[in-house]
């Protein structure tokens, strides 16, 4: 159904984003090569849970923002940094199955608990 999209250049969608894109009957959306991912790089990665949001693309960035723990930083120590989607692997490989989900989307995980929604005002920024 959605085979062509492994081939065009600079678009990768993996097995795992099929199937999460499928389970929640969105037409996926995945982010491509060397376009840029917000992270709370501050945060510890073993805190918990690991929150994600994907607001519109827009110039390199693919719309992910994503931190660790329950409140979304608000301090200047704790801002986020741009990374490229291709280290993501580094901070938050969890997060790779869900990355195909298009804009609207949110995610929050930890061991044993997932929730994925979409939510339209995270269109309006």
Known sequence: MISWL????GINISA???DVCRRFAVEPSPP???TMIGIA???PRELE???ALRHPISGNSNGWFVWRGPEIPQDDDEFFAPI???HLDEYAPELEPYLALPPGWGVVLAPDYEDVWYDETLLDV
């Open 6 to 9: 492994r081939r065009l250049p």
């Open 41 to 43: 790089l501050s945060r």
């Open 32 to 34: 491509t090569q060397q």
């Open 84 to 86: 490229h989607i291709e």
């Open 16 to 18: 795992a984003q099929r």
């Open 49 to 51: 849970p690991l929150n």
